[in-house]
């Protein structure tokens, strides 16, 4: 069972002081980039893997989505995209996503930020999506980078030029990995980014695009905190899809 950590108070009330939490996708940097590499979204049925407020299915809506299903594990995530939605062309739902079942050929997307990483078994996800799909029907999600999913020490390091650097720990062995992030013991899965590609063609998808991302020169002069994510990339954006 996957780890439910946002229905701790203490980690969901840290969540709820981050830009992304506050402004939506706006409050997401990585969000111009992963939208690039969604397909035209009117007139689709869509799924929305770890919704958390619903911000992506109320995007998704504006754009003309047909009808979008947010899942999330968190009974305070979705409690707060009900509070925070008048829409009835979303459905909220709980749902842990290593347990997921869905209609075949159901969706024409499926759409997942910064969620993927808390599961153990993706290669069973990656199957359940590839079945939902219909031919060519899109998957595109963001999630935390290997490099960044397995730190050496949270924070700057220097190598022996006296530069910046991120040193990362047994890049190689894959597995869970506990940090403490607005509270203590917070589980993600640690996986090199060929095991994700490879877990994606395995269920028989096409790779379209990956983006190692990271902020851009105007992003880091409007956000100088930014600085640090021009070190290594803390997230990977990645598009595929079915044939067909």
């Known amino acids: 069972m996957t780890q ?4 701790d108070p ?19 940097p990585e969000w111009p980039a992963l939208r690039s590499m969604l397909p035209a979204v009117a007139d689709k049925k ?3 893997l770890g919704c958390g ?18 899942l999330d594990v968190s009974e305070k995530m979705l409690a707060k995209a009900q509070e925070m939605t008048r829409d009835p062309g ?5 749902e842990g996503l290593e347990t997921l079942r869905l209609g075949a050929q159901s969706a024409d997307l499926a759409y997942s930020s910064l969620a993927l990483h808390y599961l153990r078994d993706i290669d069973g996800l990656f199957a359940t999506l590839f079945q939902a799909l219909k031919p060519g029907g899109m998957l595109v999600f963001s999630a935390e980078h290997p490099i960044y999913t397995a ?8 190598d022996e030029a006296g530069e910046k650097s991120w040193p990362v720990n047994h ?15 917070v589980k993600k899965q640690h996986r090199k980014l060929a095991s994700w590609i490879n877990a ?25 905190a930014l600085e640090e994510e021009t070190a290594r990339p803390m997230l990977f954006l990645l598009s595929a899809r079915r044939p067909g």
Not at 151 to 158: A, S, V
Not at 200 to 208: K, W
């Open 10 to 28: 203490q980690f969901f009330a840290g969540y709820a002081t981050l830009a992304r939490s506050v402004k939506g996708l706006d409050g997401a």
């Open 90 to 94: 979303i459905t909220y739902r709980r």
């Open 200 to 224: 994606l063609l395995a269920a028989g998808f096409e790779i379209v695009h990956v983006d190692e991302w990271g902020p851009d020169e105007a992003q880091v002069r409007a956000n100088p």
């Open 4 to 7: 439910n950590m946002y229905d």
């Open 171 to 185: 890049y190689q062995q894959e597995g869970e990995r506990v940090s403490n992030w607005f509270a203590d013991g």
């Open 151 to 158: 730190p050496l020490r949270q924070g700057w390091g220097q």
């Open 46 to 48: 869509i799924v929305d």
């Open 53 to 70: 407020y619903g911000w992506f299915c109320r995007w998704a809506r504006e754009q003309g989505a047909a009808a979008v299903l947010g």
